[in-house]
T-cell receptor, first 115, second 116 residues
């Protein structure tokens, strides 16, 4: 299994500022995923982060808006840049366990409100 | 492209009723995984089950059961004798391929409200 923690758990930010969300996994993992869940909506994948290489972004998400770092096999950060109220969402970090038959684990999420 | 459809947006039941949440998926892969997650009001995603495409056995875990039918591309979830604590949004999800690089595609979720 994998235990994932995220910081901060929630934040209220002003328009135009940036917020960096941290994700820590208790074991080494190959891939880490960042998802966004807008209010009342489903989860949408933002990007996939592999250690030592550039993150791969899904359609509709760009690196300038959501820069991601993956400095080692247990840690990643997602920055939400130049925020607007439309960025108000829950941001979740995820990874899949390394063992065969392991499942997809999610962090507790970061609840972001942009005023 | 893969797709997950949860046609039921919201379901309301009275405690102790049985309820089935529907999930229909689309994929071109022969190897894929299906998941169910529960999201209570607190917001965290609680893993319920993972099923691979080669295992069509139905599964029961306490009051929860899952019916996987490849012929209809469905992976339905039944809660027996529902309880108020079951109130949450339930998401069905799909990932293609067995590797650790697989990403999940989520359905839009079904909000279940269980009342006394």
């Amino acid at each position: 299994s994998a235990v994932i923690s995220q910081k901060p758990s929630r934040d209220i930010c002003q328009r135009g500022t940036s917020l960096t969300i941290q994700c820590q996994v208790d074991s080494q993992v190959t891939m880490m995923f960042w998802y966004r869940q807008q209010p009342g909506q489903s989860l949408t994948l933002i990007a996939t982060a592999n250690q030592g290489s550039e993150a791969t972004y899904e359609s509709g998400f760009v690196i300038d808006k959501f820069p991601i770092s993956r400095p080692n096999l247990t840690f990643s950060t997602l920055t939400v840049s130049n925020m607007s109220p439309e960025d108000s969402s829950i941001y979740l970090c995820s990874t899949r366990g390394q063992l065969a038959g392991d499942t997809q684990y999610f962090g507790p999420g970061t609840r972001l409100t942009v005023l | 492209a893969q797709k997950v459809t949860q046609a039921q947006t919201e379901i309301s039941v009275v405690e102790k009723e049985d309820v089935t949440l529907d999930c229909v998926y689309e994929t071109r892969d022969t190897t894929y995984y299906l998941f169910w997650y529960k999201q209570p009001p607190s917001g965290e995603l609680v893993f319920l089950i993972r099923r691979n495409s080669f295992d069509e056995q139905n599964e029961i875990s306490g009051r929860y059961s899952w019916n996987f039918q490849k012929s209809t591309s469905s992976f339905n979830f039944t809660i027996t004798a529902s309880q108020v604590v079951d109130s949450a949004v339930y998401f069905c999800a799909l990932s293609e391929g067995p590797g650790t690089a697989s990403k999940l595609t989520f359905g839009t979720g079904t909000r279940l409200q269980v009342t006394l």
